[in-house]
C-alpha cells in the first residue's frame, strides 16, 4: 500500500485530492493538514512513502515545509501541487530536491499514475505545467551552446528519450510513443541523466529546452 501525505490549505482541493486517490486500491492518505508548519512532524509520525505539497498556503508555504522534509533521514517522495502560475517558488523548489510539480486539477488517472510512479522513485511532471516550469527556470536564456554540447554526448534514442521527457511524458508513456518496454525507457532515462548531469528529469527537461530539442 502507497502511505500519502496532503498538505494543502483548500479544504475542497484536499477532499478531491483524498477522494480520487483511496478509490485506486493501492494508495492510502494516512494524514493531511493544512499548514506548511505540521508537514515534517507528520512525516517523521506517518512515513508517507509520497507527500503531495502545497507551493502557496496561507501560513508555512510549501518552500518551508519542503526544506524541513529534505533533512529528515530518508525523505519520502515530495511532488509539489500547483496551478498555471510557476513563479520563483518553482526554482527554489527544485533546489530542494522536489520530484515534481502536479497540477491540483490534474486528471484522476494521471494523478495516481504520478503518485505511483513517485512512490517507485520516480519523478512527475504534468504536461500541462511542463513549459512554464522549464521558461520559469530558463532566466530568460536558452544558454544554448552549454545545453547542445551536453546534448551531444547523447545517442539518437536518447535525444528522443530526453525530448519526451521535456513534453512531461512518464516512462510508460514515452515507452508507448517510441514502442519500447517500460523497462528500456527507465534504462534510457537513467543514462540520459547520468551523461547530462541532471539530478532528476526536470533538469534533464531544462537541458532539453536551453539546446533546442523542445519549444
Known sequence: MIKVLLADDEDLVRSGLRSILTSAGDIEVVAE????????????????????????????????ALNRVMELADPPAVAMLTTFDVDEYVQKALRL????????DTEPTQLVNAVRDLARGGAVLDPNVAARVIAAMADGQRA???ARKLLSSLS???????ALIGQGMSNAEIGNTLHLSEATVKGYVSSVLGKIGAANRV???????RGGLIG
Open 33 to 64: 493538514c493544512d499548514d506548511g508548519a505540521h508537514v515534517a512532524d507528520l512525516v517523521r509520525l506517518h512515513r508517507p512513502h509520497v507527500v503531495l505539497l502545497d507551493i502557496r498556503m496561507r501560513t508555512t508555504d510549501g518552500i518551508v
Open 97 to 104: 530536491g522536489a520530484n515534481g510539480f502536479l497540477l491540483k
Open 144 to 146: 544554448a551552446e552549454p
Open 156 to 162: 539518437g534514442r536518447e535525444l528522443e528519450v530526453v
Open 203 to 209: 533538469q534533464a527537461a531544462l537541458v532539453a529546452y
